[in-house]
């Protein structure tokens, strides 16, 4: 039974069902729950169709009631909080694959699908769905696609947008459109398919999306050399990179990383192992193990130790350490801060150093690791979700971290979006006229300003 005011009006809209009347709370927060955030929504609506969707946005805009798309919860942006009250809108119940052509390499699926499920279902036909965030078997393809998620393999195979060739999205104040379609190409119009692409939940929501899949490489074949610190590791990541190298996956974890997660590493973490490197050979059987040969001479000099496993059990286990990772780091102190900024490739070694040094400077254990081949760090500051003096330490610590990537000719965000967590701190990054552009789209697009209200926002 609908209780609340708000929740008895939607009832007169929607199906009974299709409003959420106990467990609210669960939508409450998302990975930014570590970092102390919270909220609390007015009233939860799960809709099963996208017509649903139209209805509880038009209902909103009718009664200036904020809405906040919800896809999996696994943001660290606090995209999906509700901090001010509103409806939360949880996509999970839209989860139909409406389509799926293996002989075309396409698939048109519902936002509520999860990525895992996505890249398992093109798998089973012998082919491959590639943008892989760590949190697949929870994120969803529209929060993928909302938040423009990249993952190891968005080093060679880009991030999920390159995957979309279309969107059904329901925008202000309640219409269904679609842009792009089950096409490869399409340059009628502006682009505003890759404007919904990462726009956070603020611009519209999005419904079904038509991706595009790649047969599956025959082979990959992974490689993680030790070497004694940053120094000698981005070297070798720039070797990788600087003979052509074109591996799947280039990544890396700091010396602080391995303390946290080392000890479930497959082997025994090797005397001396102070940065990690681990990269991916694909192709055919024959292409994936030239490369795993050249990736090995190229990622030889100054290390301490490889491991190289070829069997499909021991290749596994590696992967599943490498996406416990954040947990694991996570873990050490109950809680931690997250960032995600982007450097210059050849400005990472500064930037995985300068983090240690950022987080010394506020008196807080520091870390980072993440998808090296893109120059993407996921600095990290390790920190009591309940410990509020520490907290404000971190963010005054996130704070410079932004400066850095920016100084560093970066960004302040190349995974997880701006969400709520880096409101404002684009204007660090960006000149004026194009901050005045990034607010006439949010007006265009939302004129009211409902639309997962303080999220995204270029300056505050
Ligand atoms: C262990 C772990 C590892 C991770 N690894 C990676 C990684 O490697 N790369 C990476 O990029 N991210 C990573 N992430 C972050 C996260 O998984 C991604 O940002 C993911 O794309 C979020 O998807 P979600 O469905 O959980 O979205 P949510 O967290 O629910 O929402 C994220 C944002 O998208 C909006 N949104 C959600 N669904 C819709 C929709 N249908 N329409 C419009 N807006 C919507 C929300 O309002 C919010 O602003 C990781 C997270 C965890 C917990």
């Known amino acids: 039974m609908a209780t609340t005011t708000l929740e008895r009006e939607l009832g007169a809209v929607l199906p009974r069902e299709s409003i959420l009347v106990e467990g609210a709370a669960a939508y409450g927060s998302?990975?930014?729950e570590g970092r102390g955030l919270r909220g609390r929504a007015d009233a939860v609506v799960l809709p099963s169709t996208t017509d649903e969707v139209a209805r509880t946005l038009a209902w909103c805009y009718e009664h200036d009631v904020p809405l906040i798309p919800r896809g999996g919860g696994t943001g660290y942006a606090g995209g999906a909080v509700p901090l001010d009250g509103g409806v939360v809108l949880g996509l999970e119940r839209l989860a139909r694959v409406r389509s799926f052509e293996p002989l075309l390499w396409r698939i048109q699926v519902e936002a509520g699908v999860t990525t895992a499920a996505v890249r398992r279902r093109a798998r089973e036909s012998g082919l491959l769905f590639p943008?892989?965030?760590g949190a697949g078997e929870q994120s969803q393809i529209g929060g993928n696609i909302a938040t423009n998620a990249g993952g190891p393999h968005a080093f060679k195979y880009g991030t999920t947008g390159a995957w979309v060739t279309g969107l059904e999205a329901v925008i202000p104040p309640g219409e269904v459109v679609t842009v792009g379609g089950p096409v490869r190409k399409d340059v009628a119009g502006y682009d505003l398919k890759s404007l919904l692409i990462g726009s956070e939940g603020?611009?519209?929501i999005i419904t079904a999306a038509w991706l595009r899949l790649t047969p599956a490489p025959e082979a990959a074949l992974p490689v993680a050399a030790f070497y004694p610190g940053s120094t000698e590791g981005c070297a070798a990541i720039e070797r990788v990179v600087g003979n052509g190298l074109l591996v799947?996956?280039?990544?890396?974890?700091?010396?602080?990383?391995?303390?946290?997660?080392?000890?479930?590493f497959p082997i025994e973490?090797?005397?001396r192992a102070g940065f990690l490197v681990l990269a991916e050979a694909d192709g055919s059987a024959e292409e994936a193990e030239r490369l795993r040969t050249e990736v090995l001479e190229a990622v030889a000099e100054g290390s301490v130790a490889v491991h190289a496993p070829t069997e499909a059990r021991t290749i596994a286990e590696l992967w599943r350490w490498r996406e416990g990772i954040a947990i694991a780091v996570g873990a050490q102190r109950g809680g931690k801060l997250s960032e995600d900024i982007v450097v210059p490739l050849d400005r990472l070694r500064e930037a995985i150093d300068e983090t240690l040094a950022i987080g010394a400077r506020h008196g807080l254990p520091a870390c980072s690791w993440g998808h090296a081949g893109d120059g993407n760090l996921h600095s990290t500051f390790l920190v009591a979700s309940d410990d509020e003096a520490g907290l404000a330490r971190a963010g005054e610590a996130a704070g410079e971290l932004f400066e850095l990537a920016v100084r560093l000719g970066g960004s302040i965000s190349g995974e997880h979006g701006v969400g709520w967590v880096k409101r404002g701190q684009l204007a660090r990054q960006w000149p004026a006229p194009a901050l005045a552009l990034h607010a006439k789209i949010k007006q265009a697009f939302d004129p009211k300003g409902l639309l997962n209200p303080g999220k995204k926002e270029a300056d505050v």
């Open 30 to 32: 998302d990975e930014t």
């Open 248 to 264: 799947a996956a280039l990544e890396y974890l700091d010396g602080a990383t391995l303390v946290a997660a080392g000890g479930s």
């Open 131 to 133: 943008p892989d965030p």
């Open 202 to 204: 603020t611009l519209g």
């Open 269 to 271: 973490r090797p005397d």
